[in-house]
């Protein structure tokens, strides 16, 4: 184990520092790794932190690998996500919203992120603006969180409407489903860019994970 702040196991350096600086240990992206190279990074971060160890993204095969290498884990199969050593609860809700039935894959992702680094989530699914009385029956479940996670796709207007509804943070996910014009969510994501409801967050297309570590960094603070 190095000093430096890192672990160097020739193929990646895990940062070993990061939950001093962050409060949560080096999050794992899975795609282009092979389960023995995830399972030598997650048994380095494991070593080194006590929180919290993810890996995204993670396809059935692979996460059966990397369970039988190293013990104790658990797999989300509808969130692609393999976690050692969820957080407890911290007190802070968060509502997860999609506008449709087909973006329940980003959906699934942004709350099993969510709940593992410790915060409650919500979810609430198929409220898109194409029929504003579902979205309006959930009122008061907006109402009663302390962050929404809104995931949209075809032109995104979602979490503008949302955004005029509620008084708390508003982080906002584009997804690629959508018809041709939707350009694999180029489209929501530059309406969701411009909206007109203020203060919104918006991170990358298809990005339930990024969306969860908005929410933990506001619950954070909090």
Known sequence: ?????????GYA??????????????????????????????????????GPVLVTRVD?????????????????????????RRAAPRGFRLAVL?????DGPVAAEAAAVAESVGLTVHRIADVGVAGLHRLLAVRDDLAA???????AGMEGALPSVVGGLVGCPVIAVPTSVGYGANLQGVTALLAMLSSCAAGITVVNIDSGFAAAMAAYRIARKR
């Open 60 to 84: 059935p095969d692979d996460a059966r690998a990397v369970l039988a290498a190293v013990p104790g884990g658990e797999y989300d199969e509808p969130g692609r996500l393999l976690a050692w």
């Open 145 to 151: 969180a302390d962050a929404v996670v809104v995931i």
């Open 13 to 50: 350096r895990p940062d070993t520092d990061r939950e001093a600086r962050q409060g949560l240990p080096e999050i794992v992206y899975g795609p282009g790794k092979s389960a023995a190279q995830i399972a030598g990074v997650v048994t380095s971060l494991l070593r080194a932190n006590t």
């Open 98 to 102: 999609s506008a449709g039935t087909s």
């Open 1 to 9: 184990m190095s000093t430096t702040g890192f672990d160097d196991l």
